[in-house]
């Protein structure tokens, strides 16, 4: 955290709240419906509310909010414990919406004892269809003035199981001529006989948003309840019922939510690429959910880093995804040791290296660590794999990797002149032939030559093989819901290339899920945790080194 930064406007609320006595402790809460994987614009919301209550001593809890039976799953509650934690959080206490069904169930019979509910027999098209338009007020429905007996025994029914989905619903009786819409008698109870994940078959009614939400945040006595923007036209339903039921006076607030760019991000859209096999599952490695950043390699504390930077405003806007990769890389370059990796391998041989001589030499692990990270064992030999196009046959104008006669360093090892090179039948470079200086030895350097290259090479004797995964965006637009329709016709087809034998260093055998490497000038890579195995280690590649995505723009 940034301590220089000035508060953002909720906490300008908090501290106003405690500063005026108006609350002793503050306590938020983080509220996901389990009907998906969390997705990055989740985290922000969870430092959000988890960074307010850090900040100030108060308490954040974990709310699912879990009253639409068919869209919701255990698994999903799962995961997103999972998440929540990975991301560094813990909350004060765990509840569901649906373990106040009870308690909703009453404060709804009092809302009809108060005179200001009623049961309504109009399906939803005809509620729809009365309800006006925001210019033109809307009809009263002839249910309104139901006696409170009947509401009662009519509610009851509903409760009991006696009509069939969509026959009745409760409804608030606010103000069918209110300017706002969502208080012309919203529906708070509907009738929906499905098995609930949780209770089971115990409800075959299930209250609304409006309804269960600002009043489970009443029941946990949350004083600041903090959701998007969408819901400010949201918030004087909210506060009715808060105020006409004389339950705990919680307050919303709404920020701009998150928007990405080259992404979708909302729940269903993410569903439907996990549904139709677009993605390998919710934590496919180019999903913007918190599970497959964190299976490409994103850190925790790069995803908290990145929602303290992007801030907190009160103006939808759209943040570049390439904010996200400079915090990741910004967080691995760090932390991540150095190793050598060479993807399109072509054959390098040294011939002034006596045949069947080898050397260990030194690498760094990590240069940007204080004590280098210390350093591992990088075999070396008469024959070496090198990135096939780190040699040009004919270089182009300020080359300075390998062309014959030009001179590069092999990274931590010798410098080397191109004496030539072989071709296939097709006209590919198959080998390039060198001669090494001896006296050009990383760190016991006395040749006084200067090269301006460097390149990253492997022994080939004690090379392995393994796959490496690299990711792009998932979208081409910048904005894929742009173009009215099928967001999916936006998809990027190269958003995965795999490289099933790229040559790696021996070290990298003892890679564990959870490590992060830098390959020498190709990227931050990490274990793929479902995909590697023993005998077959696979690779994602988490972010490139340079931003290629920027620079294209700037051409
Ligand atoms: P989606 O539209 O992706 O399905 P949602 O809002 O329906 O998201 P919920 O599970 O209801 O998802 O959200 C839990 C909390 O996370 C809510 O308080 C919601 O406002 C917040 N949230 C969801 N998406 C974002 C986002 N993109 N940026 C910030 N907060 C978000
Ligand atoms: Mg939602």
Redesign the pocket.
């Known amino acids: 955290m940034s301590e220089e930064r000035s508060l953002n406007f909720l906490e300008e609320i908090v501290e106003a709240d405690l500063a005026s006595a108006k609350h002793t402790i503050i306590h938020t809460r ?7 994987y ?5 985290a ?3 430092c ?1 509310n988890f960074g307010l209550a850090d900040k100030y001593g108060g308490k954040t809890n974990l709310r699912f ?1 879990d009253t639409n039976p068919v869209t919701e799953d255990t698994e999903y509650v799962e995961s997103i414990k999972a998440d929540v934690r990975w991301l560094g959080f813990d909350w004060e206490e765990e509840h569901y919406a649906s373990d106040y069904f009870d308690q909703l169930y009453t404060l709804a019979v009092d809302l009809i004892n108060k005179g200001l509910a009623y049961v309504e027999d109009m399906s939803a098209e005809e509620i729809a269809a009365s309800k006006g338009t925001p210019t033109e007020p809307g009809k009263e429905s002839p249910a309104r003035s139901r006696t409170i007996e009947e509401n009662l025994r009519l509610f009851t029914a509903m409760k009991n199981g006696e009509y069939n989905d969509g026959d009745k619903v409760l409804r608030a009786k606010v103000d069918m001529a209110s300017p706002n819409m969502h208080m012309r008698d919203p529906i708070m109870y509907r009738i929906k006989k499905t098995n609930h994940h949780r209770t089971g078959d115990k409800w075959c009614i299930y209250p609304m948003y409006d309804f269960a939400h600002g009043q489970s945040d009443s029941i946990e006595n949350i004083t600041h309840s ?3 923007l969408e ?1 400010e036209v949201h918030r004087p339903l909210y506060n009715w019922y808060i105020e006409r039921l004389a339950t705990f006076p919680s307050k919303q607030y709404e ?5 990405l760019t080259y992404t979708v ?4 859209k ?1 569903l439907q690429l996990v549904q139709e096999n677009l993605v390998d599952g919710w934590d496919d490695p180019r999903m913007p959910t918190i599970s497959g950043l964190r299976r490409r390699g994103f850190t925790p504390f790069s995803i908290r880093n990145f929602c303290e930077k992007i801030g907190v405003q009160r103006r939808e806007n759209i943040i570049d995804f390439g904010l996200l990769e400079f915090c990741i890389r910004e967080d691995l370059n760090k932390t991540a040791n150095r190793r050598m990796v060479v993807l399109d391998p072509i054959k390098l041989i040294i011939t002034n290296y006596p045949e069947g001589k080898s050397e260990m030499l030194k690498g760094e692990n990590n240069p940007e660590m204080e004590d280098n990270g210390g350093y591992r064992d990088l075999p070396f030999s008469r024959e070496l794999w090198i990135e096939s196009e780190d040699f040009q046959e004919v270089p182009q104008k300020k080359w300075f990797r390998l062309a014959p006669e030009m001179k590069v360093r092999l990274k931590s090892a010798y410098i080397v002149q191109c004496t030539g090179f072989t071709k296939d039948a097709q006209g590919k470079v198959t080998e390039v032939l060198c001669e090494y200086i001896p006296e050009s030895k990383s760190g016991a350097d006395t040749s006084g030559i200067n090269v301006k290259g460097t390149i990253h090479w492997l022994s080939i004797e004690s090379a392995l093989d393994a796959e490496v995964r690299l990711y792009d965006r998932l979208f081409n637009a910048e904005n894929p819901l742009d173009e009215e329709g099928d967001f999916k016709s936006n998809m990027n087809p190269n958003s995965l290339v795999i490289i099933p034998k790229a040559k790696i260093e021996p070290d990298l055998q003892h890679a564990l899920p959870g490590d992060q490497f830098q390959f020498i000038r190709k990227g931050y890579f990490c274990l793929d945790p479902k995909f590697s195995t023993a005998e077959k280690l696979v690779f994602n590649r988490t972010v490139t080194l340079k931003d290629a995505w920027a620079k294209m723009g700037e051409k």
């Open positions: 983080f509220p996901p419906e389990p009907n998906g969390l997705h990055i614009g989740h922000k919301s969870i959000l909010d903090i959701c998007t819901f920020f701009a939510r998150l928007n991000m909302s729940k269903r993410l």
